[in-house]
């Protein structure tokens, strides 16, 4: 990729990290950690992957995106305001009374938002149907769903995987955010998810894993053609770009103190 | 009642090229020749019923009528979140088709018998729940069911139901279905309790008792204005199902008569709030929760 083009990735990404950061501290709200890992594969998709249209947000043959780990909400609402799909005011809008972005997904809260979620393990199944279905009217677009590691955990998961592969699925694209890090402690000592690609693998799709900050490596991955669905196991950083929110536990829960937020805002103003 | 809903939905099918069929593994010798005339709007999900409504809603979203059949317990609780979230939240135009209601599947045992589903899913904001009774409502809220552009639960019972209502009975959603006249008790059924219903009826109407009969084929939308009128009657209102009774028909019914500020003589029918441990038939399951022979009533004569 051409620098200055990756510049600018870099340049939107801290821009989101910002607003998330922003949104986070106003909202004394949650999952910090959890959007932070998924920055750049957002960015990736919203920039130079998806066909959409902000201004047709319900165009047929748009290519769909589903955050099934919605709690990374912040991230999502933060990327679908600077690509336009609704004023970038909105992000002020988030999780406080009356306001107009909730925690969770509610499809009926903006447009850009393809499906209402936040327990996980339901945007993979959703997903295969919106693959099947585009796949049955000869509909060009595609869909792309990302997950959590820890969401793997759930059995729903892998009856959709199965499914995929069993119905070779070649519109459907996982990312997995292989953050390493799940609710109550290190995502492989909860429950071992080793070996991530093999399992994927065994189960009939294709397979890839790449840094999941780093964009060259992302598009290759996004970009790659298959006849089969698709993974891109993404390893990731949970608090990624804020020194003492990396790879903890705490800030997938807490939210920052003025002092917190003041040092997290300088670290990544000195980003740019 | 399932042959009939997967002819109508044959039917149905022919006219509307966006109604899909989804099977979490269930329809041997039901489903075969949808299965043949629609192959690429036919999908067995295997026995995987999270993914299989997840599936549905997606296919829903992308503009599909989606059909998901299954026995009851399966495609109602074993996926309930799916059910919850993905459908009704959402508001996916995916109906839910369940075989088996009550105790249809008798000697099968608790696992496959049905008598929590009524109340689970008339408490889901944007559900409708239809629970017809016999072949005749069977057909007529199938099509009325694609009408709808949201969640729908379908309770059938099986196969062999007899025809309750004449073929030229109007069945009209959220609207109860007056099947006899009479003065001396008003006996309201639903899904596949409305034969019993009817043989009570005739077997009182022998006695010289004149029952009115009322089949409340729609759980939800409930018809709470034909209850009011019924209750006006100021005669004793019994209700019967094939369902727990706590929450289901009798549950319904009992909210209405409470908050209509008048009172009226009132017993719930149903399955005493207890899983079956006992082995036998469909009927002999009913024996033994008695609900298979019709009450001792002392009437004003």
Same mark, same amino acid.
């Given at each position: 990729?051409?620098?200055?083009?990756?510049?600018?990735?870099?340049?939107?990404?801290?821009?989101?990290?910002?607003?998330?950061?922003?949104?986070? %501290?106003?909202?004394?709200?949650?999952?910090?950690?959890?959007?932070?890992?998924?920055?750049?594969?957002?960015?990736?998709?919203?920039?130079?992957?998806?066909?959409?249209?902000?201004?047709?947000?319900?165009?047929?043959?748009?290519?769909?995106?589903?955050? !099934?780990?919605?709690?990374? !909400?912040?991230?999502?609402?933060?990327?679908?305001?600077?690509?336009?799909?609704? =004023?970038?005011?909105?992000?002020?809008?988030?999780?406080?009374?009356?306001?107009?972005?909730?925690?969770?997904?509610?499809?009926?809260?903006?447009?850009?938002?393809?499906?209402?979620?936040? !327990?996980?393990?339901?945007?993979?199944?959703?997903?295969?149907?919106?693959?099947?279905?585009?796949?049955?009217?000869?509909?060009?677009?595609?869909?792309?769903?990302?997950?959590?590691?820890?969401?793997?955990?759930?059995?729903?998961?892998?009856? *959709?995987?199965?499914?995929?592969?069993?119905?070779?699925?070649?519109?459907?694209?996982?990312?997995?955010?292989?953050?390493?890090?799940?609710?109550?402690? @290190?995502?492989?000592?909860?429950?071992?998810?080793? =070996?991530?690609?093999?399992?994927?693998?065994?189960?009939?799709?294709?397979?890839?894993?790449?840094? $999941?900050?780093?964009?060259?490596?992302? #598009?290759? *991955?996004?970009?790659?053609?298959?006849?089969?669905?698709?993974?891109?196991?993404?390893?990731?950083?949970?608090?990624?770009?804020?020194?003492?929110?990396?790879?903890?536990?705490?800030?997938?829960?807490?939210?920052?103190?003025?002092?917190?937020?003041?040092?997290?805002?300088?670290?990544?103003?000195? #980003?740019? | 009642?399932?042959?009939?809903?997967?002819?109508?939905?044959?039917?149905?099918?022919?006219?509307?090229?966006? &109604?899909?069929?989804?099977?979490?593994? %269930?329809?041997?010798?039901?489903?075969?020749?949808?299965?043949?005339?629609?192959?690429?709007?036919?999908?067995?999900?295997?026995?995987?019923?999270?993914?299989?409504?997840?599936?549905?809603?997606?296919?829903?979203?992308?503009?599909?009528?989606?059909?998901?059949?299954?026995?009851?317990?399966?495609?109602?609780?074993?996926?309930?979140?799916?059910?919850?979230?993905?459908?009704?939240?959402?508001?996916?135009?995916?109906?839910?088709?369940?075989?088996?209601?009550?105790?249809?599947?008798?000697?099968?045992?608790?696992?496959?018998?049905?008598?929590?589903?009524?109340?689970?899913?008339?408490?889901?904001?944007?559900?409708?729940?239809?629970?017809?009774?016999?072949?005749?409502?069977?057909?007529?809220?199938?099509?009325?069911?694609?009408?709808?552009?949201?969640?729908?639960?379908?309770?059938?019972?099986?196969?062999?139901?007899?025809?309750?209502?004449?073929?030229?009975?109007?069945?009209?959603?959220?609207?109860?279905?007056?099947?006899?006249?009479?003065?001396?008790?008003?006996?309201?059924?639903?899904?596949?309790?409305?034969?019993? $219903?009817?043989?009570?009826?005739?077997?009182?109407?022998?006695?010289?008792?004149?029952? @009115?009969?009322?089949?409340?084929?729609?759980?939800?939308?409930?018809?709470?204005?034909?209850?009011?009128?019924?209750?006006?009657?100021?005669? =004793?209102? &019994?209700?019967?199902?094939?369902?727990?009774?706590?929450?289901?028909?009798?549950?319904?019914? *009992?909210?209405?008569?409470?908050?209509?500020?008048?009172?009226?003589?009132?017993?719930?029918?149903?399955? =005493?709030?207890?899983?079956?441990?006992?082995?036998?038939?469909?009927?002999?399951?009913?024996?033994?929760?008695?609900?298979?022979?019709?009450?001792?009533?002392?009437?004003?004569?």
């Amino acid at each position: 990729m051409q620098t200055d083009e990756n510049e600018k990735l870099k340049t939107l990404a801290n821009t989101i990290r910002k607003h998330v950061l922003n949104m986070v %501290m106003y909202a004394q709200s949650s999952h910090i950690g959890a959007s932070y890992s998924i920055v750049e594969i957002l960015v990736a998709l919203y920039t130079n992957i998806l066909k959409i249209d902000p201004k047709n947000p319900t165009d047929p043959y748009r290519d769909k995106f589903l955050l !099934s780990k919605a709690h990374g !909400s912040t991230a999502l609402y933060a990327v679908l305001a600077e690509v336009g799909f609704f =004023p970038l005011e909105y992000l002020n809008r988030y999780y406080v009374n009356d306001s107009i972005l909730p925690g969770h997904l509610d499809r009926e809260s903006v447009p850009g938002i393809e499906f209402s979620m936040g !327990s996980l393990g339901h945007g993979l199944s959703v997903g295969v149907g919106m693959a099947i279905a585009n796949r049955q009217t000869k509909n060009p677009g595609c869909i792309f769903v990302l997950l959590s590691d820890g969401e793997c955990n759930e059995g729903s998961v892998w009856e *959709a995987i199965m499914l995929a592969s069993h119905l070779k699925l070649a519109n459907l694209n996982v990312i997995v955010d292989y953050n390493k890090i799940q609710s109550f402690g @290190r995502t492989n000592e909860v429950i071992n998810q080793e =070996p991530v690609l093999d399992r994927w693998r065994a189960f009939g799709w294709d397979v890839c894993e790449v840094d $999941g900050h780093n964009f060259d490596r992302l #598009l290759d *991955a996004l970009r790659a053609p298959h006849t089969r669905p698709k993974v891109i196991i993404a390893h990731t950083v949970k608090g990624k770009g804020v020194s003492f929110m990396e790879d903890t536990l705490d800030w997938h829960y807490k939210s920052p103190n003025k002092e917190q937020y003041e040092q997290a805002m300088h670290e990544l103003e000195n #980003l740019d | 009642m399932r042959t009939t809903f997967i002819n109508t939905l044959r039917d149905l099918a022919r006219k509307d090229e966006r &109604i899909f069929l989804i099977t979490i593994d %269930m329809g041997y010798s039901v489903l075969e020749q949808f299965r043949e005339e629609f192959p690429d709007r036919f999908l067995n999900t295997g026995i995987a019923e999270q993914n299989a409504i997840g599936v549905a809603a997606g296919l829903a979203l992308s503009g599909k009528i989606v059909y998901v059949y299954s026995i009851i317990p399966f495609v109602t609780m074993r996926c309930f979140e799916q059910v919850r979230l993905d459908l009704a939240y959402n508001n996916a135009n995916v109906k839910l088709v369940g075989i088996g209601a009550g105790m249809t599947y008798g000697p099968f045992g608790a696992s496959h018998h049905s008598i929590e589903d009524i109340a689970i899913m008339r408490s889901i904001p944007n559900m409708t729940v239809l629970c017809p009774g016999d072949p005749i409502e069977t057909e007529q809220l199938t099509r009325q069911s694609y009408e709808i552009k949201s969640p729908v639960y379908i309770r059938l019972g099986k196969n062999g139901e007899p025809k309750i209502h004449s073929e030229e009975t109007k069945i009209k959603l959220g609207h109860a279905t007056q099947v006899t006249e009479g003065n001396d008790l008003i006996l309201i059924t639903t899904s596949n309790m409305l034969e019993k $219903g009817k043989k009570w009826v005739d077997e009182w109407k022998e006695e010289g008792i004149s029952v @009115r009969l009322i089949s409340m084929h729609t759980i939800k939308p409930f018809d709470v204005q034909t209850v009011k009128e019924l209750i006006d009657y100021n005669i =004793p209102i &019994i209700t019967l199902e094939e369902h727990n009774i706590i929450g289901g028909l009798g549950s319904a019914v *009992a909210e209405v008569i409470a908050e209509s500020g008048k009172a009226v003589s009132f017993k719930r029918i149903g399955v =005493p709030d207890k899983y079956s441990h006992y082995v036998g038939s469909h009927e002999f399951q009913r024996e033994k929760f008695g609900i298979a022979k019709k009450p001792d009533i002392k009437f004003r004569k």
